[in-house]
């Protein structure tokens, strides 16, 4: 006879989360080191990260990189500033379920209406590359829904 496990296994430990010196003195220090890297790429260093650079470095496919940079750019200047970088990449990697949740929520709603429409879906799904596995070649973005997925 099998024993059953009734203890819940935590993805992430809150304690970690929630540990202001861990904050303070791991997560942010790391966050603000990438940062200064990417602004000395960006072409304009005062405002921040251009789009172009982020893009590249997150090497994320097409409109999921697009929109990565636009949840990101919270003050819409195009740029992403070392407060918007460091709160968004702090929500990839050290947040919650819920927020992680929300921030693909947010990836996927266009319109910034509160909701995913169809289009919405389709939009990103139309840009994801199909990689073929018998053939091991990989479709362009928007191949799926440009050639019937071929």
């Known amino acids: 006879m099998t024993e059953q496990v009734t203890e819940t296994i935590e993805l992430v430990d809150d304690a970690i989360l929630n540990n202001e010196e861990f904050k303070k003195n791991v997560a942010i220090p790391y966050f603000k080191d ?10 304009s260093k005062d405002k921040g990260i251009n789009k172009i650079t982020l893009l590249t470095y997150t090497n994320l496919p ?8 636009s949840v990101l750019d919270l003050s819409k200047t195009d740029y992403v500033d070392l407060r918007e970088f460091v709160h968004g990449f702090f929500k990839v990697y050290y947040s919650n379920l819920e927020t992680k949740i929300k921030l693909s929520f947010d990836m996927y709603d ?3 209406d509160g909701y995913i429409t169809r289009e919405d879906v389709r939009l990103i799904l139309s840009h994801i590359p ?4 018998a053939t091991g070649r990989t479709a362009k973005e928007g191949a799926f829904t440009q050639e019937g997925g071929a």
């Open 34 to 43: 990438i940062y200064k890297d990417l602004v000395a790429q960006s072409d």
């Open 62 to 69: 097409g409109i999921i990189g697009e929109r990565f940079a």
């Open 110 to 112: 266009f319109d910034r």
């Open 130 to 133: 199909i990689c073929n596995t």
